[in-house]
T-cell receptor, first 112, second 112 residues
Framework: EAQVTQNPRYLITVTGKKLTVTCSQN?????MSWYRQDPGLGLRQIYY???????DKGDVPEGYKVSRKEKRNFPLILESPSPNQTSLYFC???????????FGNGTRLTVT | AQRVTQPEKLLSVFKGAPVELKCNYS??????LFWYVQYSRQRLQLLLR??SRESIKGFTADLNKGETSFHLKKPFAQEEDSAMYYC??????????????FGQGTILTVHP
């Protein structure tokens, strides 16, 4: 089944403890991206990648890192999480930068 | 920089009534515009994109470049249309292609 898979679905951590949220797609899509969803603010793009080894900042990249070493994977790394990064995170992929997005199920992160 | 505004956080209508979800944008170039929908307990998914000019689930949206709007309309709302709706813009022609901007989202509730 064609899909975008994020793990974990839920994560509770403490301030400063490095974490990684994984994202994988099996559709051979070139484009992948990360978003956070916050009440009243909608979806905001964190980072995006147009292809392997090509990444760029979205609107809210501070405090996050990404890498795109393989086409199928696009992990989101929080080197030193802070409480203001408590949010619902979505990964998405698409065939190209202009194609419709396929979203993952989301990861609910709580940083205490 | 581009911007997407959905002025209504919440919208309630009765079944069978017309519904219009507003989306206004600002972008100096030629945008690609999308509507995404998130039903309860489901992933975000594409509803419409302006270049395809399709009608999906009875919804239509017309790009009005003069008013910089991309409102989503349905003549007769159904209870199953209750969901969160996001308008999104992809800046075409610039170096930020793929850097999507989403609106704040509108929660539509259709009452029986």
């Amino acid at each position: 089944e064609a899909q975008v898979t994020q793990n974990p679905r839920y994560l509770i951590t403490v301030t400063g403890k490095k974490l990684t949220v994984t994202c994988s797609q099996n559709m051979n899509h070139e484009y992948m991206s990360w978003y956070r969803q916050d009440p009243g603010l909608g979806l905001r793009q964190i980072y995006y990648s147009m292809n392997v080894e090509v990444t760029d900042k979205g609107d809210v990249p501070e405090g996050y890192k990404v890498s795109r070493k393989e086409k199928r994977n696009f992990p989101l790394i929080l080197e030193s999480p802070s409480p203001n990064q408590t949010s619902l995170y979505f990964c998405a992929s698409s065939r190209t930068g202009g194609s419709p997005l396929h979203f993952g199920n989301g990861t609910r992160l709580t940083v205490t | 920089a581009q911007r997407v505004t959905q002025p209504e956080k919440l919208l309630s209508v009765f079944k069978g009534a017309p519904v219009e979800l507003k989306c206004n944008y600002s972008y100096s170039g030629s945008p690609e515009l999308f509507w995404y929908v998130q039903y309860s307990r489901q992933r975000l998914q594409l509803l419409l994109r302006h270049i395809s000019r399709e009608s999906i689930k009875g919804f239509t949206a017309d790009l009005n470049k003069g008013e910089t709007s991309f409102h989503l309309k349905k003549p007769f709302a159904q209870e199953e249309d209750s969901a969160m709706y996001y308008c999104a813009l992809n800046p075409v022609g610039g170096t930020s292609y793929g850097k999507l901007t989403f609106g704040q989202g509108t929660i539509l509730t259709v009452h029986p």
